[in-house]
């Protein structure tokens, strides 16, 4: 009875995973010492021929399966977690994403070599099988290592951003019980959140009983900015802290007053100097607005 083609490639993805476990220690050695390996694995050749093991085996898992061109097949997941981290490491080194698919692409030439050194008849058709079921294989390996290289290309971005956010959002103590945030730029949602969470956590670690918002950098304050605004200020609140906003241009107050916005309820101050002497008054903090007496002065 003839094999159909179905059976044939079958026989042909379960010879390969019989083939990478058998051979498997042989295709890590030769593994190793490959770009992708070789670079994230710079101080233990053992160690890298080991996650070159672990790779081996998924793929073996993943042959024996029939699934080589699924990328979502169950044993992929450890691939994932093992070339992925590497791929992400080189990714944050500053490599590129064709740089790291080149270097996964170098993987399949050793496995193929081996393959070939050991089967005797090349011309054979199950062997002609094998070869493509070997190719299917590491090409669908390929995609799984660039989809997971995209990923984590963009959870780092996405730190990135929102560490930028909170270097450009910093809560200074600016006196006993006293916090500030000096705002610089545009105040969007995911800023505002930043914003909002930074000031508390300052607020529950330093017991302040003030909080000053300065928004002499925001460069304008439409209805939006104006309901983020009162968000914090609300929020600061609850936390038993009174919130004074400081740095109101003149333009800004027109600009205020022509949306309607109401800030009835939200102490203003004209500078954040003015407004730490508020707090500082609140206090009963004493202390001299005029110029300091110099040292020599009678």
């Given at each position: 009875?003839?094999v159909?083609?179905?059976?044939?490639?079958?026989?042909?993805?379960?010879?390969?995973?019989?083939f990478?476990?058998?051979?498997?220690?042989?295709i890590?050695?030769?593994?190793?010492?490959?770009?992708l390996?070789r670079?994230?694995?710079?101080?233990s050749?053992?160690?890298s021929?080991?996650?070159?093991?672990?790779?081996?085996?998924?793929?073996a898992?993943?042959?024996t399966?029939?699934?080589?061109?699924?990328?979502?097949a169950?044993?992929?997941?450890?691939?994932?977690?093992?070339?992925?981290?590497?791929?992400?490491?080189?990714a944050?080194?500053g490599?590129s994403?064709?740089q790291?698919a080149?270097?996964v692409?170098?993987?399949?030439?050793?496995?193929?070599?081996v393959?070939?050194?050991?089967?005797?008849d090349?011309?054979?058709?199950?062997?002609?099988?094998?070869l493509?079921?070997?190719?299917v294989?590491?090409?669908?390996?390929?995609?799984?290592?660039?989809?997971?290289?995209?990923m984590?290309?963009?959870?780092?971005?996405?730190?990135?951003?929102?560490?930028?956010?909170?270097?450009?959002?910093?809560?200074?103590s600016?006196w006993?019980?006293?916090?500030?945030?000096?705002l610089?730029?545009?105040?969007?949602?995911?800023?505002?959140?930043?914003?909002m969470?930074?000031?508390?956590?300052?607020?529950?670690?330093q017991?302040a009983?003030?909080?000053i918002?300065?928004i002499?950098?925001?460069p304008?304050?439409d209805?939006?900015?104006?309901?983020?605004?009162?968000?914090?200020?609300?929020?600061?609140?609850l936390?038993?802290?009174?919130?004074i906003?400081?740095?109101?241009?003149?333009?800004?107050?027109?600009?205020?007053?022509?949306l309607?916005?109401?800030?009835?309820?939200?102490?203003?101050?004209?500078?954040?100097?003015?407004?730490?002497?508020?707090?500082?008054?609140?206090?009963?903090?004493?202390?001299?607005?005029?110029?300091?007496?110099g040292?020599?002065?009678r």
């Amino acid at each position: 009875m003839p094999v159909s083609e179905q059976d044939a490639a079958q026989e042909a993805a379960e010879w390969v995973g019989a083939f990478l476990t058998r051979r498997r220690e042989q295709i890590a050695q030769r593994w190793a010492d490959a770009t992708l390996f070789r670079t994230v694995f710079t101080l233990s050749r053992d160690e890298s021929v080991e996650a070159c093991k672990t790779v081996i085996d998924a793929l073996a898992t993943v042959a024996t399966s029939g699934r080589l061109d699924d990328i979502t097949a169950p044993a992929f997941g450890t691939v994932r977690d093992q070339l992925g981290r590497m791929a992400a490491s080189r990714a944050w080194t500053g490599s590129s994403s064709a740089q790291i698919a080149d270097e996964v692409a170098d993987l399949r030439e050793p496995v193929t070599s081996v393959l070939r050194e050991e089967v005797t008849d090349q011309s054979d058709a199950a062997a002609q099988d094998s070869l493509l079921a070997l190719t299917v294989l590491m090409g669908t390996l390929r995609l799984v290592i660039m989809e997971t290289t995209l990923m984590a290309g963009e959870e780092l971005i996405e730190r990135q951003r929102q560490q930028l956010m909170e270097v450009a959002t910093p809560v200074i103590s600016l006196w006993e019980n006293i916090v500030a945030v000096p705002l610089i730029g545009t105040l969007d949602s995911a800023r505002s959140q930043v914003v909002m969470e930074s000031l508390l956590d300052a607020i529950v670690a330093q017991r302040a009983r003030y909080a000053i918002l300065d928004i002499t950098g925001v460069p304008t304050v439409d209805s939006l900015v104006a309901q983020h605004l009162m968000k914090t200020v609300a929020a600061a609140r609850l936390m038993g802290a009174e919130c004074i906003v400081s740095g109101i241009r003149p333009a800004i107050a027109q600009t205020i007053v022509q949306l309607g916005i109401d800030l009835s309820s939200v102490i203003t101050r004209a500078t954040l100097a003015d407004a730490l002497a508020y707090a500082l008054g609140q206090q009963g903090v004493e202390f001299s607005s005029g110029p300091a007496t110099g040292a020599g002065t009678r």
